[in-house]
């Protein structure tokens, strides 16, 4: 038996346990530790070696924070520094905002875009999210950040090409930020109190804006009750960035129907806890919607529609329990309980056939909620 | 440039817990159910009752259903224990 495994004897039980330890732990390379050796750094790479050396990096790199950089971040929100941004009961943790800052900072985050990092957080914080869940699941949800109205084009937040990718400072460090105030404020470390399997890139880092010039309909903040020129964040817990491809569909019908297999793919947490489902029309597939006269709720009501496996299918593959029933091969479960949890808006490159879905995080539908806040 | 090393941390507040006495004995005791929506963590519970009720005589007076595995049992849920609970099990994980 190797060292790092557990036989445990409950009464006629054994348990095999496994102390689980994150395999980059128990690689890292030998290095004089600065901090325990009581040496103040001597330059800009020592100090950022400090802060790996400490614990308080996501594994990239950090930007060393300074106190001029950090009540510039403060400044650009309007807050001081022990200002209460939210809190956790659940982790009896009260976030203020010189940490938002800090993290902000270390993330590479410029001052101005602090207000949409305190919007994001208090999104996060708010209890119809239940931060603790998403965070702590062994389920690997990454916090999306969606971003509204007009403060994106303000602040440069990619809502075009490489939506999801790399290149975009904006997008890049805000997601960042929130990961690492999740890491180094709310315990939220892998192997500590972020429990993921597999865990999900988009962790690191998961921010974008809705194309609101692009879109033909209302954008998702007014969609929420806020107005258009409103700024806002929308949090949401995704477990799951489908790519969905069709370069052929000349109607809104047999591209939605695929869209609508990714949404209720059985090895989903959706399928069963039938949470909220994020759709991304990009600018081809757009258009196919635009050209055939479709609004945004007939397009939900087809995914609602199409989006679905039966009871039956679900019992064979053991998403849900039971045994086979009379009635379960035409009895059907939807991705989602209503065609308004499908929240459908526009972003992506104008060229090109990909759009996705983001599904949620999730157990049971009570599980979390995506949060709007107005920045 | 500042070489200063900022912590980013945030300590938890702490916070003290009454623990109520635990019981001397498990024969007879009123048990409740803390089940957290997960179907292996409810199986189990519902294993562990039946094996407390045949070499204890427990009685189950109540289960009750988190609103999801992260939340916290609802303190509506807790002050409806008062009377009918000698002790609880709670289900955790999947």
Not at chain 1, 303 to 324: N, Q, T, W, Y
Request: glycine letters at 8%; a negative charge.
């Amino acid at each position: 038996m190797q060292d790092n495994h557990l036989l445990v004897r409950f009464r006629d039980t054994v348990v095999y346990m496994v102390q689980e330890k994150a395999t980059c732990e128990q690689r890292e390379i030998e290095r004089e530790n600065i901090m325990e050796n009581n040496r103040t750094p001597q330059d800009a790479a020592e100090l950022i070696e400090a802060y790996y050396q400490k614990g308080w990096t996501d594994g990239f790199p950090i930007v060393p924070p300074s106190e001029q950089s950090v009540s510039a971040m403060l400044a650009a929100a309007g807050l001081q520094p022990d200002q209460v941004v939210a809190d956790i009961p659940t982790r009896n943790i009260v976030i203020t905002a010189d940490r938002v800052a800090l993290n902000g900072v270390m993330a590479g985050c410029l001052p101005e875009y602090m207000p949409v990092v305190v919007s994001a957080v208090k999104g996060m914080c708010h209890p119809e999210f239940s931060y603790h869940g998403m965070a702590t699941s062994t389920g690997g949800a990454a916090l999306a950040i969606i971003v509204n109205g007009p403060i994106a084009d303000r602040l440069g937040i990619n809502s075009g090409e490489n939506l999801f990718g790399p290149g975009c400072r904006a997008n890049m460090t805000i997601g960042r930020a929130l990961r690492l105030l999740m890491m180094n404020s709310l315990n939220t470390r892998p192997g500590g109190l972020d429990r993921s399997t597999i865990g999900n890139p988009a962790k690191i880092s998961f921010c974008f804006a809705e194309n609101e010039k692009q879109s033909p309909w209302q954008p998702l903040h007014v969609e929420r009750g806020f107005g258009r020129e409103d700024s806002t964040t929308t949090v949401f817990a995704c477990e799951d960035i489908i790519q969905v491809y069709n370069q052929l569909a000349q109607s809104p019908e047999p591209f939605l129907e695929g869209m609508a297999d990714a949404m209720a793919n059985m090895g989903s947490m959706n399928i069963v806890s039938q949470q909220d489902v994020v759709v991304v029309l990009a600018g081809e597939h757009v258009r196919v919607m635009v050209k055939a006269g479709w609004d945004k709720q007939m397009v939900k009501q087809h995914l609602f529609d199409h989006a679905r496996r039966s009871v039956a299918e679900l019992k064979r593959v053991k998403r849900i329990p039971g045994e086979l029933q009379p009635g379960d091969e035409a009895s059907w479960r939807h991705a989602v309980q209503q065609p308004d949890d499908i929240h459908v808006l526009c972003g992506g490159g104008a060229v090109g056939t990909f759009s996705a879905c983001l599904l949620s995080w999730g157990g049971s539908r009570s599980a979390t909620s995506m949060v709007t806040t107005k920045i | 440039m500042d070489l200063t090393l900022f912590d980013p941390t945030i300590p938890a507040r702490p916070e003290s817990i009454d623990f109520a006495p635990r019981p001397k004995r498990l024969n007879n005791l009123k048990l409740v159910l803390v089940e957290n929506t997960k179907y292996n963590s409810k199986t189990i519970l519902l294993k562990l009752f039946e094996r407390l009720e045949s070499r204890f005589q427990m009685q189950l007076t109540q289960v009750i259903r988190k609103a999801s595995a992260g939340h916290p049992i609802a303190a509506t849920d807790i002050d409806g224990c008062v009377g009918i609970a000698d002790i609880a099990i709670a289900g955790i994980g999947d």
